[in-house]
């Protein structure tokens, strides 16, 4: 596995594996399909964006996590996004994600870094825990957009 910092150039490939993982459905709070373009703003190129790192194998980007500044967030926090492919999950890319972006947020003088994932999302809030992530806040309320209630919990890492 190649892990490396994002280039705008992964925006394509990213917005694929991106793209299936909301097609899926359950374990992020994305619902609607996006652009390349989305993606490189959202999480490579945009202004609030402080770091975004692939994860490489046989050529190919099994996943990314990027870290953005959110002005619903304490100032000196960063906001957190990890996906990886279905097919690889627990194959130790979101570990080797963390490493990097944690070293990244406390190079940028972070001091703290947030999650906030769906409440039926097992998946994300096992990854997170793994990672030393502590809860701090529940939605209880959150619904998708057809309604149906999930609820959320926001996680906090301190750097």
């Known amino acids: 596995m190649i892990l490396r910092p994002a280039v705008a150039s992964d925006a394509a490939p990213m917005c694929v594996l991106l793209n299936r993982i909301i097609a899926i459905g359950g374990t992020t709070a994305h619902e609607l399909s996006m652009t390349p373009d989305q ?44 996906f990886v492919s279905p097919d690889c999950q627990r194959s130790g890319a979101g570990a080797a994600l963390f490493s990097a972006t944690q070293a990244a947020c406390r190079a940028a003088g972070l001091l703290a870094i947030n999650a906030t994932i769906r409440a039926d999302n097992a998946p994300g809030l096992g990854y997170y825990a793994r990672r030393g992530f502590v809860d701090y806040a529940t939605d209880p309320g959150f619904a998708l957009r057809n309604g149906r209630v999930v609820g959320r919990v926001s996680r906090r890492f301190d750097l």
């Open 39 to 82: 993606v490189a703003g959202n999480y490579i190129t945009g202004s609030q964006v402080i770091c975004c790192h692939v994860a490489e194998m046989d050529g190919a980007i099994i996943g990314f996590q990027s870290v953005e500044r959110s002005a619903k967030l304490p100032e000196g926090w960063g906001d957190i996004g990890t």
